[in-house]
């Protein structure tokens, strides 16, 4: 089985501050691992995913994440945080591609919502 | 130009009535699913499917029933809704070989009074 955990369920930082949002994982299957945005009122944008490539990942919006298996962590950084990061972030794993037998089901964390301070 | 797009945006209703929601895709992806989300954000899967075959199923009351013509289309139909069907709906596709990177949809938000 597979879960996500996000520590902190707000987090708020100044503009310009470092943004860090925590996301450890369980699973049993080495993960896929990925970082969703929601802006309100919209649908889930994917930011970045780690699909056992390298371990530290580059996303959209100048957000990176790295891999940490020994820590079973997938943290999301950005070093400078805009206004318009305000948002609700998810972290999910999956068991992989279809392709590969996997199902590419998400299981979530329940989200981490970002707010940014003028 | 709407990769997948969702109907109808809102849909309030009552206790009792049957309502769908329907989800098209133009990406060309083989797989489509359902999510719910709940007032507090949570977000789990309901249902999968991969070239119109169900793959994943999970424990949802069988009042929700999938239904998918073609790759394009995947509907959600809910029978005898409840208070508890509240929630934001999502529709999602994929192309079956990205491990988890799928593009969702606006949303369908249903409110059950």
């Known amino acids: 089985a597979q879960s996500v955990t996000q520590l902190g369920s707000h987090v708020s930082v100044s503009e310009g501050a470092l943004v860090l949002l925590r996301c450890n994982y369980s699973?049993?299957?080495?993960?896929?691992l990925f970082w969703y945005v929601q802006y309100p009122n919209q649908g889930l944008q994917l930011l970045l995913k780690y699909t056992s490539a390298a371990t530290l990942v580059k996303g959209i919006n100048g957000f990176e994440a790295e891999f940490k298996k020994s820590e079973t962590s997938f943290h999301l950084t950005k070093p400078s945080a805009h206004m318009s990061d305000a948002a609700e972030y998810f972290c999910a794993v999956s068991d992989g591609p279809i392709t590969q037998g996997g199902s590419e089901k998400l299981v979530f964390g329940k989200g981490t919502k970002l707010t940014v301070n003028p | 130009d709407t990769a997948v797009s969702q109907t109808p945006k809102y849909l309030v209703t009552q206790m009792g009535n049957d309502k769908s929601i329907k989800c098209e895709q133009n990406?060309?992806?083989?797989?489509m699913y359902w999510y719910k989300q709940d007032s507090k954000k949570f977000l789990k899967i309901m249902f999968s499917y991969n070239n119109k075959e169900l793959i994943i199923n999970e424990t949802v009351p069988n009042r929700f029933s999938p239904k998918s013509p073609d790759k394009a289309h995947l509907n959600l139909h809910i029978n005898s809704l409840e208070l508890g069907d509240s929630a934001v709906y999502f529709c999602?596709?994929?192309?079956?070989?990205?491990?988890?990177?799928?593009?969702f949809g606006p949303g369908t938000r249903l409110t059950v009074t």
């Open positions: 699973s049993s299957v080495p993960p896929y």
């Open positions: 999602a596709s994929s192309q079956g070989y990205g491990g988890g990177e799928q593009y």
């Open positions: 990406l060309g992806h083989d797989t």
